[in-house]
Antibody
């Protein structure tokens, strides 16, 4: 069974750091891109960060709201992805979902998000 | 940035109804659009990708259409398990979600 399991979320004070983990199983982890999407309480979905597979450079992209503060990385040998979150703000509060990104080749490369973990809650508050 | 606008925000319907949700992109996204279903306290579930391709295991009462800037999700006959919030998402340039459409019991 294809599965993503997030961990590491908890209550943290503004300005502090937190690292989330996403442990994958049931598929060839290294062949896929991975993304983090968050959802503030009672709100909609917001894409946060993306990392390509090593075959496509392992490069990363970030939403402007987290650029410079968050870092996505991956450890293919352990089938784990990470989201390092620094200088946390109260507006970073929410549930963080790890998702698998499927690459599609057309005139360019596109990725859609097919498998989602259950999410891990992050609360930034003093 | 590409903005996604869904309508309506809330939809009241009965079991057996045909339901249509609309999603508009601020610029052309060709066919790079997905639809998700989310129930309270759960992760989103992929229903449709590439505007009209049904994800494996998703019932055939769900269908998607559109290209460019206008897209629709249709549920041909609403079932009790379909009461949820639906999101469109573009993946032409990074990823942006619509604000969601809550389908509630009439």
């Amino acid at each position: 069974e294809v599965q993503l399991v997030e961990s590491g979320g908890h209550l943290v004070q503004p300005g502090r750091s937190l690292r989330l983990s996403c442990t994958a199983s049931g598929f060839s982890f290294g062949d896929y891109g991975l993304s983090w999407v968050r959802q503030a309480p009672g709100k909609g979905l917001e894409w946060v960060a993306f990392i390509r597979s090593k075959a496509y450079g392992g490069t990363t992209d970030y939403a402007s709201s987290v650029e410079g503060r968050f870092t996505i990385s991956r450890e293919d040998s352990k089938t784990i992805a990470y989201l390092q979150m620094n200088s946390l703000k109260t507006e970073d509060t929410g549930v963080y979902f790890c998702t698998r990104a499927v690459r599609v080749l057309a005139s360019n490369y596109y990725y859609y998000l097919d498998v989602w973990g259950k999410g891990t809650p992050v609360t930034v508050s003093s | 940035d590409i903005q996604m606008t869904q309508s309506p925000s809330t939809l009241s319907a009965s079991v057996g109804d045909r339901v249509t949700i609309t999603c508009r992109a601020s610029q052309s996204i060709v066919k790079w659009l997905a639809w998700y279903q989310q129930k309270p306290g759960k992760a989103p579930k992929l229903l449709i990708y590439r505007s009209s391709s049904l994800e494996s295991g998703v019932p055939s009462r769900f269908s998607g259409s559109g290209s460019g800037t206008e897209f629709t999700l249709t549920i041909s006959s609403l079932q009790p398990d379909d009461f949820a919030t639906y999101y469109c998402q573009q993946y032409h340039s990074y990823w942006t979600f619509g604000q969601g459409t809550k389908v509630e019991i009439k």
